[in-house]
């Protein structure tokens, strides 16, 4: 049975961890999920799920597991660093982190442990367990590439929410048209909406 941290940093797209914590509750080989938010992770939740957000329990009451999931699930503070998670004695199947910001993903780079999701992260790595950082940002600076290169270079497994364009319909035009119009921002063209494009 396995044991697995899903690591929950401030960037955009809730709804992934929320998903990912419903599916690996649910699995029948899994026996154990660690959750941790960061700070910076709950007020996006507060801003994008609706949630008061006082952190782990309200992804957690997002995800809408039944009784049975919910008694797999072990939340802990961010600022916990003694717990079990935190240690390479308590053996691990995998660590996700989802979404991994930009300063979650600078810190694991570097080998920061300052929280117990940048410690959890560096105890992976260490380990050579199965890492996999679900990085949020675009564009991409050279820094993002340097630490990306970096964390894959020492066994992590960069897996971006990239969209499987191939399900298409209406979300997936929400979402095309939201990239069309960033793309127009960039090239200094924003408020234009031609080829029915529209601000999303």
């Not at 080989?29 to 938010?37: M, S």
């Not at 989802?98 to 117990?116: E, F, K, N, Y």
């Not at 979402?175 to 069309?180: I, K, Q, V």
Request: proline content about 5%; aromatic content about 4%; some cysteine.
């Amino acid at each position: 049975m396995a044991r697995i941290a899903l690591l929950v940093s401030g960037a955009s797209g809730m709804r992934l961890p929320v998903k990912t914590l419903a599916a690996l509750a649910g699995h029948p080989e899994v026996e154990r999920v660690h959750l941790v938010v960061s700070r910076g992770a709950a007020q996006v939740l507060r801003h994008e799920l609706g949630r008061k957000s006082t952190g782990a329990d309200d992804l957690v009451e997002a995800a809408a597991l039944g009784s049975a999931a919910r008694a797999k699930v072990a939340t802990h503070p961010d600022s916990d660093l003694g717990a079990a998670i935190a240690s390479g004695s308590y053996p691990l199947a995998g660590t996700v982190v989802l979404p991994c910001s930009a300063g979650t993903l600078a810190a694991l780079a570097v080998g920061s442990a300052s929280t117990l999701i940048h410690r959890a992260g560096a105890v992976a790595l260490k380990e050579r367990w199965p890492l996999i950082l679900g990085f949020r940002e675009t564009p991409l600076t050279v820094i993002h590439l340097e630490n990306l290169r970096r964390l894959a270079w020492l066994g992590a497994v960069v897996a971006p929410p990239v969209p499987a364009f191939y399900i298409g319909g209406e979300e997936m035009d929400r979402f095309l048209d939201h990239y069309a119009m960033r793309q127009l921002d960039r090239l200094g063209l924003g408020g234009a909406e031609g080829d029915g494009l529209r601000w999303g």
